[in-house]
Structures are given as C-alpha cells and as structure tokens.
C-alpha cells in the first residue's frame, strides 16, 4: 500500500536550533516523486519541494535542506537556525493511483523565542 | 495574483442542510482536488478533476458531488450535512494535466461546522 508516516505529532525547538522532521514513505512504485508542504497559522497549504526518486541528491534551499534517502524510504526534512516564522504544520507527500496524493498526518513544529 | 480562491471561508450548517462550496483558479490549471483535512489525519481526497468535463471519486467522496463547471471552477455540494462532515475543506489545482506529479496549489481553506 502507498503511505506515508510521519512519527513525529509535534516538536518544540528554541529559535536558532537545528531541527529535522521525519517522513518515511511505503509505495510500489519504482519511479515516484515526493512532496513537502507547510501550514502555517494562518492555514494556507504552501508547496516546499518536489523530489524525484531518480535524484537522491540532497537539497538545499536556504536554511531548509532535504535528505532523500530510497534505501530506508525516507526523504527528511531539516531546518537549519530555526525561526519563529518556521512554525507550522509540515506535511509530507506522495502520488499514488490516479489522481490522488497520499499525505502524511503532519508534524506540528513550534520555534520558541 | 488570486491563485485558488474558495468561499465561503467559514460555515456553520444544521443537519440535514445543504450547501456548496465554490472554488475557482485562474492559472489555467487542468486538475482541480477537494481535500478535507481532519485533526491528525492529514489530507484526504474527496473528488478530483483530470480536466475541464471529468470529475473522478477520492478516498472520501460519500455525502459529497462536485461540478467541473469550466476549466476555471469546480464546486463541492454537500446534500444533506452531516456532522460528520465537519472538517477544513481545500480546493487545490494543479499544472500538469492527467498526472500528479506536480505541486498542488490550495486555496485558503473554508472550514464547516455542521451541528
């Protein structure tokens, strides 16, 4: 079955601490993509990065850096040097049949200042 | 830019009521999703849109219908409510027509409460 799980419900960090939220992924697919998403307060759903199986190449973009990892079905996310503003809902994804995405429960992360 | 809009943003229903939540995107984009989002449960599909004309069932679509009315809107209509319909609802669209391989882009969200 396709699936996503993301262990961590909710992770307080204290601003400028590193943090790295975990997604661990199931699919018969051999050739897939994969999605981060954020959800901040106010609720607007934001895409973050897309990754094709293919490219097992870490990411970076900024403070944020993803680890793709296929021999343990995971493709991480962390963020270097917290913000208050990184506070959010993070949510992983992945395509399945069809039209359809399968998205993880979410990690809640909040920064405290 | 608009994006994806959807109204109403927030509605309170009695059972048994009816309502439709209208969504529309201006970034020529072919597929258009209706996710519910639950506490812990992450997104779900209700119905989706290939394309202008198409509209397919989610993992969800009981007590729901959607109209593809053009390329543009597509409305999600609950018939009659159920509390068990309270939820956040989001409209998504997406570039790439008959695959899902590209990001989705989310409206707002309209959250339902039914009583």
């Known amino acids: 079955a396709q699936k996503v799980t993301q262990a961590q419900t909710e992770i307080s960090v204290v601003e400028k601490e590193d943090v790295t939220l975990d997604c661990v992924y199931e699919?018969?697919?051999?050739?897939?993509?994969l999605f981060w998403y954020k959800q901040p307060p106010s609720g607007e759903l934001v895409f973050l990065i897309r990754r094709n199986s293919f490219d097992e190449q870490n990411e970076i973009s900024g403070r944020y850096s993803w680890n793709f990892q296929k021999s343990t079905s995971s493709f991480n996310f962390t963020i270097t040097a917290s913000q208050v503003v990184d506070s959010a809902v993070y949510f992983c994804?992945?395509?399945?049949?069809?039209?359809?995405?399968?998205f993880g429960p979410g990690t809640r992360l909040s920064v405290l200042p | 830019n608009a994006g994806v809009t959807q109204t109403p943003k927030f509605q309170v229903l009695k059972t048994g009521q009816s309502m439709t939540l209208q969504c529309a995107q201006d970034m020529n984009h072919n597929s258009m999703y209706w996710y519910r989002q639950d506490p812990g449960m992450g997104l779900r599909l209700i119905y989706y849109?290939?394309?202008?004309?198409?509209?397919d069932k989610g993992e969800v679509p009981n007590g729901y219908n959607v109209s593809r009315l053009n390329k543009r809107e597509f409305s999600l209509r609950l018939e009659s409510a159920a509390p068990s319909q309270t939820s956040v609802y989001f409209c998504?669209?997406?570039?790439?027509?008959?695959?899902?391989?590209?990001?989705?882009?989310f409206g707002e969200g309209s959250r339902l409460t039914v009583l």
């Open positions: 699919t018969r697919d051999t050739t897939y993509y």
């Open positions: 994804a992945l395509p399945v049949y069809g039209q359809n995405f399968v």
């Open positions: 998504a669209s997406s570039g790439l027509a008959g695959t899902n391989t590209g990001e989705l882009f």
């Open positions: 849109s290939a394309s202008e004309g198409t509209t």
